[in-house]
């Protein structure tokens, strides 16, 4: 006998979303987390909260001109599909654009989700209007970050909840997919002890017991690798970005730890583009870490220059916010695994943003009187979290002189000496180049192209200023790590999220969606991301397979 219609393995925002979508059809369903029930929304609470959207009223007023055309271009141009496994994921990308140009913001909207007035533009390309990137600002901020997205889904979910459709099983180790005659039959694993661990820290993994259900629908919805250095490093593409980093830093909890691909496999799913991955290459050691290795992403405005270990500026398009992995690849060819940025006080107050819903007080309060306080009343100051970053972070040098800056930077260089004079002559050739409102610098061109969208003007590119003049300073430069945060291939699914198997078929009862599907597919993102379709492919793979008739 059947306990539920369906069982959800992992409760974060792919898999509330599931669940709340099957509640509303009135099936009964099961969630499993191994983590405690006040870790509900999983990861994604953690997050800034943006979303890839097109089309918008939000991007009309800030006179964007986006289309569903447009947004498909640069996605296929950042994909670069090339294998015949990425059939389903092509699919997955193009009903994403049509769900991100069509009914994703009303639906949002109507649940009572809400957005930041000004587009932010991430991720913005290789140099072609063929190739990667996002041609226009797409980044859809939601007011309140993670906690804003997640607490609706946590709403719809408890309503379920206390009808009886939706039964919450927190601390409960799924160890196997039960299967019958290739069928799925239900789950079973580890109950775990309880933990009074606060969100995100990593809790403990003693049994106390064990437990066996039934259902005739398996949903996995358990995140990715990016908390468990081991397997990044097992399915890193060597080939494509060159060795793996020593050292590295943790951009989500230890809970997300991809232990669910190696069981879905086992009960006959297929893992499909697993070396493609996400990872950032401007993280920073988090001075206030919350679970091992805590590591923060800086999300910067295109004005920061960036070095290697050895003091060498990196070449376009490795500039701040343009191209994630050809930027990772150019790090990793140097032969060390962190690099540098270089800047001012000016650009840092304007420019530089933490990624989380916790180093944003001001979006995170959705209060229009925090963020005017935080980020235009400050005075010459950044905000509160990147200002206690600059003085607390052991990856921060703040200094009067160009001198002491790079005794400071070399103090906490971990094996390469960077020359004085080498780096002063590249800044001071930078430097030379603002006294026009035209350049041959590229980042001095993107600077200029950036302060033409009216959104980068306002908040996130500083008037270009010359570092070495005593009146911009004092002078900072940031030691960068790389920073794991993404899987961007995995389980292999149809649009249904149904599970195919190794043979091309479809594995009966067995579903997937969330990062641990790649975010649909196996991998809808191809090689490339273009940011806040993380979040979108959760609520979009959720959503699909909440709705699936295939769940009878």
């Known amino acids: 006998m059947a306990h539920a219609d369906a069982i959800i393995v992992g409760a974060g925002l792919a898999g509330l979303t599931a669940a709340a979508e099957l509640g509303d059809r009135g099936k009964r369903v099961i969630i499993l987390d191994q983590e405690p029930r006040s870790f509900l929304g999983g990861q994604a609470f953690w997050s800034l909260g943006g979303l890839f959207m097109v089309d918008t009223p939000e991007q009309r007023r ?3 001109k986006d289309s569903q055309e447009l947004a498909l271009n640069d996605w296929m141009g950042s994909a670069q599909f090339d294998r015949p496994e990425d059939a389903w994921p092509r699919k997955w990308a193009e009903s994403y654009i049509d769900f991100a140009a069509g009914d994703m913001r009303p639906w949002l909207h109507d649940m009572g989700l809400r957005w930041f007035p000004i587009v932010g533009w991430a991720e913005r390309g290789g140099g ?15 007011w309140g970050t993670g906690p804003g997205i997640i607490e609706h889904f946590v709403r719809r979910c408890l309503e379920h909840e206390k009808t009886g459709l939706i039964q919450f099983h927190f601390r409960h180790q799924v160890d196997r997919i039960d299967m019958e005659n290739g069928a799925a039959k239900g789950v079973s694993g580890t109950v775990l002890t309880d933990d009074t661990s606060a969100r995100g820290q990593k809790t403990n993994r003693e049994a106390t017991g064990d437990f066996a259900y039934e259902a005739p629908s398996i949903v996995v919805t358990s995140g990715g690798i990016g908390g468990n250095f081991e397997m990044v490093r097992k399915v890193w593409p060597t080939d494509r970005l060159g060795p793996a980093p020593k050292d590295m830093i943790a951009g989500v909890p230890a809970h997300v730890d991809g232990r669910m691909i190696a069981i879905s496999e086992d009960a006959g799913g297929d893992v499909v583009n697993g070396d493609r991955m996400w990872h950032y290459t401007e993280g920073v050691k988090n001075w206030d870490p919350i679970w091992p290795a805590h590591g ?13 270990a050895r003091g060498n500026r990196l070449t376009p398009p490795a500039l701040p916010g343009f191209d994630s992995v050809g930027t990772l690849r150019e790090i990793l060819k140097t032969g060390y695994d962190y690099s540098w940025f270089v800047l001012t006080q000016k650009v840092i107050k304007k420019e530089f943003a933490l990624s989380g819903s916790e180093q944003n007080p001001d979006l995170t309060s959705g209060k229009w009187s925090e963020v005017l306080r935080q980020r235009l009343l400050s005075g010459s100051k950044a905000t509160g979290p990147v200002e206690a970053f600059k003085e607390k972070g052991e990856d921060f040098v703040v200094a009067d002189t160009l001198s002491d800056l790079v005794t400071g930077m070399n103090k906490i260089a971990s094996d390469a000496v960077i020359d004085e004079s080498r780096l002063r002559a590249q800044i001071t050739a930078r ?16 600077i200029h192209a950036a302060r033409n969208y009216r959104g980068d003007r306002l908040l996130r590119t500083a008037k270009p200023h010359k570092f070495l003049d005593a009146a911009n300073g004092p002078l900072i430069a940031v030691k960068l790590h790389i920073l794991t945060r993404k899987t961007l291939g995995g389980l292999h699914t149809n649009l249904d999220s149904q599970m195919i198997g ?3 078929k479809c594995v009966s009862g067995l579903f997937a969606a969330g990062e641990v599907a790649g975010f649909g597919g196996g991998g809808y993102h ?3 991301a273009l940011e806040g379709t993380f979040l979108g492919g959760c609520i979009f793979s959720g959503r699909n397979a909440g709705r699936s008739k295939t769940i009878a």
């Open 502 to 504: 190794a043979d091309g």
């Open 431 to 446: 430097d030379l180049q603002i006294d026009n409102p035209f350049s041959k610098d590229a980042q001095m061109m993107a």
């Open 128 to 142: 072609f209007a063929d190739g990667h990137g996002n041609s226009v600002p797409r980044f859809h901020l939601t």
């Open 526 to 528: 191809g090689y490339n």
């Open 296 to 308: 923060i992403r800086i999300l910067p405005g295109p004005s920061s220059m960036w070095f290697d």
């Open 62 to 64: 800030m006179g964007i």
